[in-house]
Every structure is written in structure tokens, then in C-alpha cells.
């Protein structure tokens, strides 16, 4: 943490030890926190208010609406014609026509009757027009025909109570019109106009301040200082209470400072129903939260490291019956916890059932490995197969916040479980509780060129999920039947090519681009600068003070650096990230002089490239899905003088 001093080694090690010596099952920790918020003493009346009808859209209603009055206040006419006493009428026919004499009145809409309709007298009506005293049906206009100026013959008889809504019909004055609870949508709001409501008591939505705490944080928008990352929790959890009921107030992000942060803590408290605030939540030096939170009011933190994979450092606290919440910094898992553990008491709090759309079943194909002990959030994408949803896990055990682009949901592992074994059906928690299938799928390696290859798809409407698993991980998937495409680039010693070795039956390749593989290194270095891949790596060899940087086990440009290096473990071997963009990075940023990647990062990175090796990046097509229109879109797009000339462009070669 920056801005404060790092303890000695042997002081950390204290420091680790005192972490989370209580920390308790993520079911213990909600019994607590809802013990503590919700006391069975309280009636935990959500706060009510009384809002203009319009208003109160989306809102849940704090109590039982009954209908001041009937619902039509009157008697009504349903059509235009005549109202008359139906006995009159009864001798009507095609035959044998009834003639009536015309009151003196015409009752239009929004007109009291002044005459009584008596024997053998009609009066005309219009539609919505209240029926006058006497008469008891309606004949339609239709069915008479003028006889004179003042009389008319009718044709058809009338049965009693014919085109006459009754007082009340609609709804009885008293009667109960909308339950508690009851959610305002459109048609409600229609039903309290019709009885003249207009301003409806709900349930006040509970007021959520939302703040960050880190010494790194930089608001969107602001310049992004070296070492430091842009705020992600405070937009997402803002966004999330939205989501679920309440009204967000977002206070900023604030450095890791007790009196400062104390300051703001009680004045969020004391404006508001809830407090939400994340990271600095570890036991550590620097993270002071729970120290202030522990004495802002009763009871205090009712539970502080919670066995839960990612989440372990939330802390739930009840401060003077007001929910005080810190979620783990890393958003990922931020965002476990709240939708798991938060979103049920800020739901309740704002008068909201559990939403039925968030949880969705889904086949897990895969097993799942897990830690015992820890209930476990599993991020996964959703796509469509043939016997419903299924859920690919994505991103596991990583904290960034890419891996929600890919993401739909999340699934829980108990913390019984060692595993998930492959084929279960999960209950999958949405994000944003709306599933949209995605046209195209693809899972295997990820490469920036597809983006290239996918934008006019995109643009046309089609929903493109890749899901980067890498290529042995998409061959299985395609394998499986559970995408369309894989992109691969494997290579095979024996046959000294690119994946056409790794193809099964019921897979075609595809020929995708190539990408150039290489030495990367600053521009003007001169123990790199227009040298051959083997000449700058000697040199980099001899030199003790040059640092490289490596690739994890398993990537194909991994097998190239082994290769160059012959054996040896130069500084930085063991320095080894998951991607090119990694690999640019730090050399960019001088935590390394060079590593290998591809031309098209080097290139975009501003950095110097020595070609090496080119490598092939293609698709296994599940045959049997060749036919479909997204399929078929995507081949197009790949083909299409645009994706080469867009992919050329940005480096790479296409086939
Ligand atoms: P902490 O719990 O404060 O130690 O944070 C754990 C990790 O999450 C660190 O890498 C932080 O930089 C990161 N982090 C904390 N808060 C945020 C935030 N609001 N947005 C994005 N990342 C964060
Ligand atoms: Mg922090």
C-alpha cells in the first residue's frame, strides 16, 4: 500500500498471522449480519413515503391501497344508442319493431341524466354516458332506426343489465385495490388513477453511500497517475444498488487515511441508510477501515473474513442498526459479495422480493476443482445448448474486471465440495439479470486480431461471445460440441506445422493469419537494434545486468524462448505472464529489457521487434455447425477484403 511504510519482514509475518483469526462460514456470517440488522424485537417496517403517482414507477407499495370510490362511479353506458327499460323492448324483432318516444335529453360523456326514462321512452346515450334513472339497458344505434323527430323504432330486444357497466363493477369502493408490496409498474399506475390516487404511499428507497479507499485510486475520467489504477468498484457498486432497489450516493475514493476516512464514514452514516465502502479491508498496516467502522456505533462488525474464494477480507458490520458493509477491493470479488451476501438485505431493505430473474440453471460441462472449506464463486459465460443453458466457467481465480466482458453470471461452489464434477446443473447469479444467447461462439486462444475479424458481425447485429481458454481448452470445447469456432495455433514437433495435427473428426480448419513472432526490446537498445533473434539473445546472455521477461508453461511462445535460450536461466526467466500484452508491458515499462511476443503488440506498444517465427493462428470449425447463419457470417467476415486489409493493418498476415 502506498503511502505507508512496509514493516519489517519478521513484523508482517506477525501482521499475516493476526489476519482473520475469526473467520467464519459465509452462512454463519449472514445469520449474524441479518440477527444484527434485522432483530425478530423490531417490526422492520421498510421507512415509507408518499410519492406523486408518476413517481412511484418501479416502487414497491408500503401498504394496502383500498379504492376510495367505485370504479365506474356510476352506471355506464358501453356503447352509443339508446337507454331504455329492456321489458319495453321484448316484443322487438325483425319482424315486429317497438317504437319508443325520445326524452328530451341527450346524455353525452361527462353529462348528468336530468329525466327518468319511463315506460315506452328511450334516451339517447353515448358511450361512457351514466345511464339515467329508470332505464336498465342500452341498445345500440344499430339496432334502431328514427321514426320522426322524436320517436324511434327499435329492432332487437334487450335483455336486462345489455351494454351497462354497473357502479363498481370495475372495483368496489373499499375493496382492497393493490397489496403491500405489490410493484408499481404501468398498469397499477392505472388502476390508482382510475380511483383518483395521486400521490401513493411506497417504500422509501433506502439511501446507500458508496465510497472507495485506496491511496491508487483515480476517478475515470482524471489522468491516470504512474502506479496508480482507475476507481472500478465505486461506478460498479453504484451501479448495483441502482440495480437492486436503493439510491446511490457516491462519495469518491478516498486515501487510506483514519482521520480523514473517519470523518467521511460518520458523515455517510449519519446521511444515510447504509454504507458501503471497499478495500482496505485486509488486517493489514495499512488498511484502516475495520478499525474505524469497529467503533462507529452498536454493535459494530459482526463478521470480518468470511470463508468464501474470492471474498475472504469482507467485513459486515452493524453500526446503531445501519448496515455498514466492506467489500473486498479486488472488484471481481466485490461484485461475488455483493450480489451473494448484500444484494438479499438491500433488497429487503427497499421493500424487494429476490428477483427470480437473477438466477438462472445451466450445465457446467467441465469439473470444477475447489478449495474444501470455502464456499467458492465461479465466474462463467452463458451459451446455448441443445438441451438449455450451458455455463462455462471463465476467469477463474483472476481479480481483473475483464473477465465480466465474458461473464454472465456466477455459480457457487460450497464450501463442502471439493469440486464441481462436470455436468452439474448450477443456479448461475446474473450480473444483469437479462440472459442474451450469444449468436457466435468462440472459445480457444484470444487473439486482438479477432476483434478485427468480429466487428462487422457485431455491427450487424450479431452477439459474439468469445471466451478465451486457450487453444487446448477450445479444441475440447469444439470437441464437446459446446462452440462454434476454436481458434488454435498448435504446434506439432512431429509433422513441423501448425494445428492440422490436432483436428478430430467432426473439426475442419479453417485457416485464420498469421502472426509474427519475436524479440521484443525499447527502441534504440543496442544490444537489441538490428540484430538477429540469436545475436541479441547472446548479447542479452552475456549481459548480467539484462533482465528478461518470460512466458507461462504451455503458451506456444513459450516453446520458442526455451528454444532461443538453449538451457539457459537468464534474470527474469521465472518472470512469466499469461499474455503478449504483458510481455510489452514490461518491457515498456522497464521492469524488463526484452521478452518475445507478437509483432502487432510490439507495434503497439511503440516497441522494437526482431521477427523470429511465424506462427499460425486458425480455427477448428465444429462441422456440424458449418451451416448456421452466424457460422457462416463470421466466414464471410474472415474472408472479406475488409478483415484482411483491418488485420494487415494492424500487423498481422492473413492466410
Ligand atoms: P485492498 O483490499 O485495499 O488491499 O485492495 C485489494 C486490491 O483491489 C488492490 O489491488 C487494489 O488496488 C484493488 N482495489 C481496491 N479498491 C479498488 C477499486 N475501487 N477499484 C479497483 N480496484 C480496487
Ligand atoms: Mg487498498
Known sequence: MSGNTTPPLSGRRALDQDQ??????????????????????????????LRPLAAALGLPLSQDIAAPIDVPPFDRSNVDGFAVRAADTAPAGEASVVSAKLNDETIACGTAPGLPVTSGTATSIATGGPVPRGADAVIMVEHTQPAGVSAIEIRRAASPGQFVSYAGSDIAQREVLLRAGTLIGSREIGMLAACGIAQVPVVRKPRVAVLSTGDELVQPGEPLRPAAIYDTNGAIVTAAVIEN??????????????????????????????????????????????????????????????????GKPLCLAVCDGKPVIVLPGFPTSAMFTFHDMIVPVLRRMAGLPPRPDAQVTARVPVRIASELGRTEFVMVSLVQGDDGLIAYPTGKGSGAITSFAQADGFLKIDALADQMPAETQAQVTL??????????VIVGSHCTGLDLVTAPLARAGLLVRSIAVG?????????RGECDLAPIHLFDEASDSYNTAYLVPGLELVPGWRRMQGVVFRKGDTRFEGRTPQEAVKIALADVSCLMVNRNQGAGTRILIDRLLGGARPDGYWNQPRSHNAVAAAVAQHRADWGMT??????????????????????????????????????????????????????????
Open 20 to 49: 482473520f483469526l475469526a473467520v467464519l462460514s459465509r452462512e454463519e456470517a449472514l445469520v449474524r449480519f441479518e440477527a444484527a440488522l434485522f432483530p425478530a424485537s423490531h417490526q422492520n417496517q421498510p421507512a415509507s413515503e
Open 245 to 310: 432497489g436503493g439510491d446511490a450516493i457516491f462519495l469518491g475514493a478516498f486515501p487510506d487515511d483514519e482521520a480523514k476516512l473517519e470523518a467521511v464514514l460518520r458523515h455517510a452514516l449519519a446521511t444515510s441508510d447504509m454504507v458501503i465502502l471497499s478495500g482496505g479491508t485486509s488486517k493489514g498496516e495499512g488498511d484502516v477501515s475495520h478499525r474505524i467502522i469497529a467503533r462507529l456505533g452498536q454493535p459494530g462488525i459482526v463478521a470480518h473474513g468470511v470463508a468464501l474464494k474470492p
Open 471 to 479: 487453444s487446448l481448452g477450445g479444441l475440447s470445447a469444439a470437441r
Open 598 to 655: 507478437i509483432a502487432p503488440v510490439a507495434q503497439a506498444a511503440g516497441l522494437g521487434f526482431i521477427a523470429l517465427a511465424e506462427e499460425h493462428y486458425d480455427f477448428a470449425l465444429v462441422t456440424a455447425r458449418k451451416d448456421r447463419a452466424s457460422v457462416r457470417a463470421f466466414l464471410e467476415a474472415l474472408s472479406s477484403e475488409q478483415s484482411r486489409n483491418a488485420l494487415t493493418a494492424a500487423g498481422f498476415t492473413p492466410a
Open 431 to 440: 450480473f444483469t439479470p437479462h440472459v442474451r444467447v450469444p449468436d457466435l
